[in-house]
Nanobody, 123 residues
Framework: QVQLVESGGGLVQAGGALRLSCVVSAKLLDIKGMGWYRQAPGKQREWVAGLSSGGTPTYSDVVKGRFTVSRDSAGNTMSLQMNNLQPEDTAIYYC?????????????????WGQGTQVTVAS
């Protein structure tokens, strides 16, 4: 069973920084893509940033230039460095991963989500 475990949320003042991490219990070769999403109170979940299977990062326009997504050398830990945080960045942040798993007789790609971590930015 694939699991995603997030850490690193918290409370920070506007202009501050936080770093989120997400550990995926899967082999690098089975991970087809990873991403960060967030959901603010009363709003729909929105995509924040992503990493392709080759490690290419992409960002939403809202966070581009402030957030940096990366992964470790083993490839199964993804981080989100968030700088110059603003009150509008307050949300629950979720990581997700598309992972190839065995569903005998085939291997299929399934999407898994972490439990979410709260980020609160005070003005």
């Amino acid at each position: 069973q694939v699991q995603l475990v997030e850490s690193g949320g918290g409370l920070v003042q506007a202009g501050g920084a936080l770093r989120l991490s997400c550990v995926v219990s899967a082999k690098l070769l089975d991970i087809k893509g990873m991403g960060w999403y967030r959901q603010a109170p009363g709003k729909q979940r929105e995509w924040v940033a992503g990493l392709s299977s080759g490690g290419t990062p992409t960002y939403s326009d809202v966070v581009k230039g402030r957030f940096t997504v990366s992964r470790d050398s083993a490839g199964n830990t993804m981080s989100l460095q968030m700088n110059n945080l603003q009150p509008e960045d307050t949300a629950i942040y979720y990581c997700n991963a598309d992972v190839m798993v065995s569903r005998i007789p085939r291997r299929v790609t399934e999407t898994y989500w972490g439990q979410g971590t709260q980020v609160t930015v005070a003005s």
